[in-house]
């Protein structure tokens, strides 16, 4: 699996959006992105993934440069609630999840 | 929809000492993880099953670790004897399918702590 970085943490203001950054420079055709989220206490959730083209659904969108050696995950009116450890995944099928240490998003009243 | 159970939730032994640890996934799934997560670290997968058989298990310490899922749908992981470095949550999902992109549902973790 390709691996991935992630800064270590963020801070976002509640009601904004929050723009999540992941490199995966060696990321292979078929590797997919996956992004969970773990809040305090909690196993992960799964966010989003995507391939080639952006993706949205109800939680975030998912926007993948068109080398795909990057990707941002955008929470749009980020919440309190979204405090959480947030975790860029490369992965073929999503089975062998390797995760690293994510990016502790921090959201601000 | 019932998600992936988990019990106990939180578990204090002393080391050497065996603990088992129980997860019903979610109905119908086929594919079952058991990972590992130390403070302050992302989850580590230490073993996958497809139905009742094993995927993969290269991460498991096999020397302490066993784990099973023999009908296929529950499973129990097993230390014996437990280290003081085996302190961490032990975390089980469960997944639809294996093989094509799918997600995986987690379940709430239990809590050892060995003394």
């Known amino acids: 699996d390709a691996k991935t970085t992630q800064p270590p943490s963020m801070d976002c203001a509640e009601g904004r959006a929050a723009n999540l950054p992941c490199n995966h420079s060696t990321i292979s055709g078929n590797e997919y992105v996956y992004w969970y989220r773990q809040i305090h206490s909690q196993g992960p959730q799964y966010i989003i993934h995507g391939l080639k083209n952006n993706e949205t659904n109800e939680m975030a969108s998912l926007i993948i440069t068109e080398d795909r050696k990057s990707s941002t995950l955008i929470l749009p009116h980020a919440t309190l609630r979204d405090t959480a450890v947030y975790y860029c995944i490369a992965d073929n099928a999503g089975n062998m999840l390797t995760f690293g240490g994510g990016t502790r998003l921090m959201v601000k009243p | 929809e019932a998600g992936v159970a988990q019990s106990p939730r939180y578990k204090i032994i002393e080391k050497r000492q065996s603990v088992a640890f129980w997860c019903n996934p979610i109905?119908?799934?086929?594919?079952l993880y058991w990972y590992q997560q130390i403070l302050g670290q992302g989850p580590k997968l230490l073993i996958q099953?497809?139905?009742?058989?094993?995927?993969?298990d290269s991460q498991l310490p096999k020397d302490r670790f066993s784990a099973e899922r023999l009908k296929g749908v529950d499973s129990t992981l097993k230390i014996q004897p437990a280290k003081l470095e085996d302190s961490a949550v032990y975390l089980c999902?469960?997944?639809?399918?294996?093989?094509?992109?799918?997600?995986?549902?987690f379940g709430p973790g239990t809590r050892l702590t060995v003394l």
């Open positions: 099953f497809q139905n009742n058989g094993v995927v993969d």
């Open positions: 109905s119908g799934h086929a594919t």
């Open positions: 999902a469960s997944s639809l399918e294996f093989g094509s992109p799918n997600e995986q549902f």
